[in-house]
């Protein structure tokens, strides 16, 4: 079995309603992630998108994986 390597995590939330994960927030640390997700439950951002208020996100913490890394995820603005 290949071995698996921590390329990061993302922050995304799915808002009520929705079937998709909006990334909102990546880092190289499962214990910022942690944070920031605690910091998103505590004082709910808006939308960068459109900036409407966000409907009852759910948010959660997913790993980067190797093909984000090879499309450049690192090279975005991290927020």
């Not at 990061?8 to 995304?12: D, L, P, S, T």
């Not at 880092?27 to 998103?40: D, G, I, L, P």
């Given at each position: 079995?290949?071995e698996?390597?921590n390329y ?5 939330y799915?808002?009520?309603?929705s ?5 909102y927030?990546i ?14 439950l505590?004082?709910?951002p ?10 009852n996100?759910k948010?959660y913490i997913v790993?980067i ?10 090279r975005?603005v991290?927020f």
């Open positions: 079995m290949a698996r390597k990061g995590y993302k922050v995304c799915r808002e009520e309603n079937k998709a994960l909006i990334r927030f880092t190289h640390t499962y214990r910022q992630a942690v944070s920031m997700r605690k910091f998103y505590l004082y709910p808006r939308s960068r998108i459109d900036n409407h208020k966000l409907v996100p948010w790993p994986n190797r093909q984000e890394v090879q499309k450049g995820i690192w975005e991290p």
